[in-house]
């Protein structure tokens, strides 16, 4: 047969990626986002593109968003401000380029950003980036910006690619999305709707291909993690206690992780699993926000300060090591000094291990906005300051506790020191050590011989 072909035959040209397209993908924003991000550069895969580093050579730009504060939203006009720039000087030289706003301000500003910032070609929400390829192809065939941000009926992981790629030996699978609880100072329950579960049969899917592909250490994310309530294979609503025993059976998955949790909903099941699921990991991210009971009334969290100590004393009896982590808004409409002491006073008395520290920022369209007697800008720096401080000594004193300890790591990636290696500690602090590349994807044993306030150096262990 004559096999002399001067292109190749028409089906495989077209399934062959149009060659050296580049994407460039910037993230903002939680971990979802990091999620969706992830999830777009594989459905675009198959359009040809591959990722980039560097803007100027990139086809396709993409900024995944955070609306959540106002200094997360002034960034993205920032960037894209320079985005028309690089557009421009890649128009001058004969190049095309197509700029997508997704995530949380997308979906939270929808066409008023393609007025703003008139070099955006499509606006896509989270709950609308399944559409991507169709959505770019409408962008540059109408020369128009697109702007897609409806909530579809469709389910939208059940259209997205079932391939996973996976870079790294640790991912993210979200399993729960949205949030039905309102508080007051939040965007969250207007930017990614209502809570929706994805089902354990889908879930169990994803986490054997990610541990296919050399996942070792699996992080559940939702905005409300711990009220996932997703279809079993039997039919019965499994709450996140028995979707993680689950996800626990999946070869080559060897820890788990969940985040973020809300105080209310860490049932007895899931406290439970705490002490008696091996792979599930000693830490846990459970935001409190305030130690004031009026405060926390006014951002209807619905608990207490002795609501989330009870908790916490149930979380620790369960598993004894386990480190704590939170987030903390300090200047909340009306916040007084003694109710921010009592923030404070948390603190010492949980002995957090980590926590994330934020000043109130009024979000357009949530109640606290509109509240009187917001609090001045300098107080709130202030009052920063001061959590900060406390939290830098706790973190101190809590990664200083390790020192001598030796810690089953899970190598991740090179380090910048020759010769060492990036692991990660059951308590989530990254760990540097002397160690052959050959271990990334390995856990070892690992004696702690130094620490700082955000990571610990260590020696491999024979
Ligand atoms: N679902 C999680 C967290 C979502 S947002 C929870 O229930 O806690 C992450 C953190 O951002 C929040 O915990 C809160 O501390 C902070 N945050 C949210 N809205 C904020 C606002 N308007 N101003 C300052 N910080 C905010
Ligand atoms: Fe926002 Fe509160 Fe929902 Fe967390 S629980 S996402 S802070 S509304
Ligand atoms: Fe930001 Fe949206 Fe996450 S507002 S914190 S990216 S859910």
Redesign the pocket.
Known sequence: MDTELSSPPLDLADAAPASGKKVYVKTFG?QMNVYDSERMTELIDPLGYSETSDIADADLVILNTCH??EKAVEKVYSDLGRIRQVKDERRAAGKETLVAVAGCVAQAEGAEIARRAPVVDLVVGPQSYQALPELLARAKSTGRSVVETIFPDQDKFAQLPLTRSAKSTTAFLTVQEG?D?F?T????PYTRGMEYSRSVTELTREAEKLAARGVRELTLLG??VNAYHGEGPDGATWSLAKLLRQLARVEGIERLRYT?S?PRDMTADLIAAHGDLEKLMPFLHL?V?SGADRILAAMNRKHTADDYRRVIRQILAARPDIAIST???VGFPGESESEFAQTLDLVDEIGFAQA?T??????PG?P?AKLGDQVPEDVKSERLNRLLARMERQQLAFTAGLVGRTLPVLFEKAARGAGQLIGRSPYMYPVTVEAHAGLVGEIAPVLIRTSGPNSLGGDLQA
């Open positions: 939680c959540i504060r949030c609880k508080c100072f939040c965007v969250v905005q409300n973020t809300h935001p926000q987030d903390f808004i994330f934020f000043k109130y920022s009024p979000r949530t606290a």
